[in-house]
């Protein structure tokens, strides 16, 4: 069975989704004990990479998850509406290339992400 653990700052983000939403982004999330491999984790979503973290970006709908995979388990680290990542990417000036090529460069969504980490609590 795989745990799936949202930090503060991610389950905040969630909670302040209507219901029909958030069942919208769990639905595709959707990971299974089968699915926790990088070969396949990599064709179903898009991957971030830097200084050896690897983060996976699920699409749905208007949202995007991004998530890590530790110990078999997904830590959820961020919750973002696309139009928020858009406006992200056009406040830093980003090179141009593919959105998961830019976002594994950008120093702020690291630290986006870092700040989510330092909020996660395993039970």
């Given amino acids: 069975m795989i745990q799936i653990v949202f ?9 302040h989704l209507p219901t029909q ?3 919208h982004l769990l639905e595709a ?7 926790i ?3 396949i984790l990599s064709k179903r979503y ?12 699920c699409r749905a709908g208007d949202h995007r998850i991004y998530f890590a995979v530790v110990d078999g388990n997904v830590s959820v680290h961020r919750v973002l509406h696309k139009n928020t ?8 000036n980003l090179p141009g ?4 090529e830019a976002l594994s460069q950008s120093k702020s969504f690291w ?11 395993v039970a």
């Fill in 21 to 23: 939403v958030q069942f």
């Fill in 111 to 121: 630290h986006l992400i870092d700040e989510g980490a330092k909020t996660l609590k």
């Fill in 97 to 100: 290339g593919g959105e998961d």
């Fill in 46 to 57: 898009g991957v971030l990479e830097r200084g050896g973290k690897k983060l996976y970006r």
């Fill in 29 to 35: 999330l959707n990971i299974q004990p089968a699915d």
């Fill in 7 to 15: 930090n503060d700052i991610s389950a905040a983000e969630l909670s």
């Fill in 37 to 39: 491999d990088e070969s």
């Fill in 85 to 92: 990542l858009t406006d992200f990417l056009f406040r830093s």
